[in-house]
């Protein structure tokens, strides 16, 4: 074998190493913010109830996922939020057992669609913006902020569309927009900042921390 050759076997085997660590190290991270996701879906952490409606920040880790990881793993971060929203309708939560007894299969959709489209959003914007020369603290703020509005605006949206003729919906109010405005009000304002400050300032810290150990 030439020396170039020995050359050329050493860095691809290093390659290999190299692009072997970093699938183990996304992995380790992938499942670290699921074991939080699922630590915060049952516990005090992850949601504030408010009567009959609950602030959750939840959507901290799915989103802290995607702008660390990419679209595709806050995908499945957000699949991992939408399976303890649906456990949380067989008597956890009073609202989300009342829309299970009402409709299964409506109720299934909306833990699960709403939170795994978190991920895709916020991830998507933010590989968009990181080729513009936007302020990279902007840019996770934006993609994080689009996150939890997704959350919000299509959760309500299905909600509207699968139960707004329902009795118990209309309970809230007696148009659409009342049904809205009691939905989409403070609570939701008060996720919506939250969330977004926190997953903003850890993906800066995370993004740091990983730079520093991959070098």
Known sequence: MHLKDKGDSKEYMMNNTNIEKSRTLRLTQL????AIVLLMAFT???YL????LSITFLTVPVVLGALLLGPW???VLGAVFGATSFAQCFGMDAFGTALLTINPFYAFILCFVPRILIGIFSGLLLK???KTNMNQTLAYTMSALTGVLTNTVFFVGFLIIF???TDFLRSFGDSTLAIIGVLVS????IEAVVSTIIATA???VLKVALRKMTV
């Open 186 to 189: 403070a609570n939701a304002v």
């Open 163 to 165: 139960y707004g003729h």
């Open 49 to 52: 109830r408010v009567g009959p």
């Open 202 to 204: 850890l993906v800066r």
């Open 44 to 46: 005090p952490l992850g």
């Open 73 to 75: 793993e806050g995908a």
């Open 128 to 130: 968009k913006l990181a």
């Open 31 to 34: 499942a670290v913010l699921s």
